[in-house]
């Protein structure tokens, strides 16, 4: 039962354009909520968090928007840039709970 | 302040051998997760770690086990490997305090089993 969910595999966007990568949740005890980048052959990188308090957070060119009555979130990288071509993924946990679910990633592509 | 470090990056063993993992979390850190990561299911949660205590597991089987030194330092340890066991594995730290911390992951060591 995969409680985290990123249901675009890929997306690819031109240089400059805006990228939005969403993420859907079935568990409502989650409220804490993560994005993570990852290059091949590399560990996850840590880009952005949200808690379950909030509906928005941003920073820089990276703001994630929270859904709570819809158990959604989504990333969005304004201005996209060919650097930011990496997989995406969206992580979530719980209330008294340390690990993380995550979702099974989303692969950007930024054309230059 | 230095990341968190994984060693060996690289591994090859054959069904029915055993590994250890080796993790140092950043300075400062007392949790560290453990993650296999497969393309077939994504990144998946081992357990967790804190002031040398398990406090959460995932689904995995007894074959998959670990622990956590004084220095904050974690190994795991896989026994009696499957095919199925190759994978990335990931660790990652974070302070420890309050769930939902943000975690910081190392590089990953990336396990073949033939």
């Known amino acids: 039962d995969q409680q985290v969910k990123q249901n675009s595999p890929s997306l690819s966007v031109q240089e400059g354009r805006i990228s939005i990568l969403n993420c859907d949740y079935t568990?409502?005890?989650?409220?804490?909520f993560l994005w993570y980048k990852k290059y091949p052959a590399e560990g996850p990188t840590f880009l952005i968090s949200i808690s379950s308090i909030k509906d928005k957070n941003e920073d820089g060119r990276f703001t994630v928007f929270l859904n709570k009555s819809a158990k959604h979130l989504s990333l969005h990288i304004v201005p996209s840039q060919p650097g930011d071509s990496a997989v995406y993924f969206c992580?979530?946990?719980?209330?008294?709970?340390?690990?993380?679910?995550f979702g099974k990633g989303t692969l950007l592509t930024v054309n230059p | 302040k230095a990341g968190v470090t994984q060693t060996p990056r690289y591994l090859i063993k054959t069904r029915g051998q055993q590994v250890t993992l080796s993790c140092s979390p950043i300075?400062?850190?007392?949790?560290v997760s453990w993650y296999q990561q497969t393309p077939g299911q994504g990144l998946q949660f081992l357990f967790e770690y804190f002031s040398e205590t398990q406090r959460n597991k995932g689904n995995f089987p007894g074959r998959f086990s670990g622990r956590q030194f004084s220095n904050s330092r974690s190994e795991m340890n896989v026994s009696t490997l499957e095919l199925g066991d190759s994978a990335l594995y990931l660790c990652?730290?974070?302070?420890?305090?309050?769930?939902?911390?943000?975690?910081?992951f190392g590089p990953g060591t990336r396990l073949l089993v033939l």
């Open positions: 300075s400062g850190h007392r949790s």
């Open positions: 990652a730290s974070s302070l420890g305090g309050s769930p939902g911390e943000t975690q910081y």
């Open positions: 992580a979530a946990s719980g209330m008294g709970n340390y690990k993380l679910t």
């Open positions: 568990n409502s005890m989650f409220d804490y």
